[in-house]
């Protein structure tokens, strides 16, 4: 059961990767959601063991850790949390550039930072 829970880790990581590495914002985001959803793949399979549950065991029985169900959950939230922030993110980026693809956003912030560049050198010559 183990080297099933490594092999989607590893499958999940491969994929987001992959995504990661694409000129697509949205791919990105899910890229980092995939790595995210393989951290907590493997802490899952990290605490993985078969016991009851440690609120009131019998004498000798063997009890489960709570610390890596505890991780999870957190893994879980943190995850949430960073997906939601990078779509609310990537959302204003395409409203405000009109389109998701890495090439495209950055050629719009070259010809943005050309015509500050331009306006800052002709206030600068009119002051003089």
Do not use: K, N, W
Not at 1 to 15: N, P
Not at 37 to 58: K, N, Y
Not at 89 to 110: G, K, N, W, Y
Request: glycine share 6%; charged share 15%.
């Amino acid at each position: 059961m183990t080297l099933a829970f490594a092999v989607a880790a590893a499958m999940l990581f491969g994929c987001g990767a992959y995504l990661l590495l694409q000129r697509d914002l949205i791919r990105i985001v899910v890229g980092v959601a995939l790595v995210s959803q393989s951290a907590v793949v493997t802490l899952i399979g990290a605490g993985l063991s078969r016991g009851r549950a440690p609120i009131d065991p019998p004498p000798g029985a063997p009890v489960s850790d709570p610390v890596p169900q505890a991780l999870v959950l957190t893994a879980l939230v943190i995850g949430l949390a960073t997906l939601a922030l990078l779509l609310a993110l990537v959302h204003r980026a395409v409203i405000a550039s009109r389109t998701a693809h890495h090439d495209e956003l950055a050629a719009q912030e070259i010809a943005h930072d050309e015509v500050l560049e331009r306006d800052r050198r002709r206030d600068s010559s009119e002051m003089t």
